[in-house]
């Protein structure tokens, strides 16, 4: 399936709307239940603060699918999404208060590509912290 958008309509430097997403240690212990990821530090500070972590981090992976929502909701098709990767640079750190932490996203077309894909590339925050590098997407569009 391709996304909904035309290609011919995406111009290089297209911005894709920007989200935030918030992250609280509740979202954390339930992506640990959906993922099997019981790594203690994503929900226990006090293990985290052992191996040198500044508190509870989010997961990797939870990171990564918060970021590339803005590419699905952009594309309105999840398949259209042909190929996704980054690189960790720092961990969102998540307080054990109300506010929790945010992540803040936006993104752009970089490329345009054979076959009616574009090359997306993400940039992903928290804190006013770079947490994904590398962060780009390939997608099919209409």
Known sequence: ????????????GTELPAQSFPVTRATLVQYAGASGDFNPIHWNEKFALEVGLPDVIAHGMFTMAEAIRVVTDWTVDPAAVVEYGVRFTKPVVVPNDD????????????????DKQVRVDLLAKSDDQKVLGMSRAVVRLA
């Open 99 to 114: 506010k929790g932490a945010t992540i803040e996203v936006s993104a752009k077309v970089a490329a345009k590509l054979d």
């Open 1 to 12: 399936m391709t996304a909904k958008i035309a290609y011919d309509d995406v111009e290089v």
